[in-house]
């Protein structure tokens, strides 16, 4: 049998209203960067081939 507590609505409401503290968007940032970077890196990368190969 499973002896695990469950947590009820009003237990998990409490919770985030007094002790849960988001930090928004500043979570989101680090994943946002990395990906970004990759991208600007593949661009320069293209852009750098093609300006050879017109050379």
């Known amino acids: 049998m ?3 507590k469950k947590i009820n609505d009003d ?3 409490y919770f985030f209203r007094n002790f ?4 928004g968007m500043r979570k989101w940032q680090g994943f946002f960067l ?3 970077t990759q ?3 593949k661009l320069l990368a293209e852009e750098k081939k093609q300006t ?3 050379d």
């Not at 849960?20 to 930090?23: A, F, L």
């Open 2 to 4: 499973n002896n695990k």
């Open 11 to 13: 237990f998990a409401e």
């Open 20 to 23: 849960y503290q988001d930090r």
């Open 34 to 36: 990395s990906d970004h």
């Open 39 to 41: 991208a600007l890196k």
């Open 52 to 54: 050879q190969s017109n």
